[in-house]
């Protein structure tokens, strides 16, 4: 399973990222906007997806993904973190952070 030092170590390899406590738990974020924050409970882990990835990722593979029932209308998914496939969750986190960080920011990590 992955843990919250894996999840650490590559949220916060991304340019701008901070690690700030969001009521007792560790989120991610780029100039205070959040893109993912790990869970209480050790297993689970929030992430910040476009509507379509959103809606595509719960559909595909439910047990992996789903809607936060505090955040039915917001763009986030729980990830089940013993379930997910690492390189797949790394490319999930990115995402999460290009969704908050500066274009320019983006591009110049891609390039």
């Keep these: 399973m992955i843990t919250e030092d894996q ?9 701008e990222t901070d690690e700030v406590d969001h009521w007792g738990k560790p989120s991610f974020r780029v100039k205070n906007k959040i893109y993912a ?11 910040k997806l476009t509507a379509e990835d ?3 990722y719960t559909t595909i593979d439910p047990e992996v993904y789903r809607v936060p029932p505090k ?10 973190l013993e379930l997910v496939d690492p390189n797949e969750l790394n490319s ?3 995402k999460a952070w290009s969704l908050v960080a500066p274009k320019r920011v983006v591009k110049s990590f891609i390039t």
């Design 92 to 94: 999930l986190i990115f």
């Design 7 to 15: 999840i650490r170590r590559y949220a916060l390899s991304l340019p």
């Design 54 to 56: 959103r809606e595509a």
């Design 37 to 47: 924050v790990i869970q209480p409970d050790g297993v689970t882990l929030l992430v």
């Design 71 to 80: 955040y039915p209308t917001l763009n986030y998914v729980i990830i089940q």
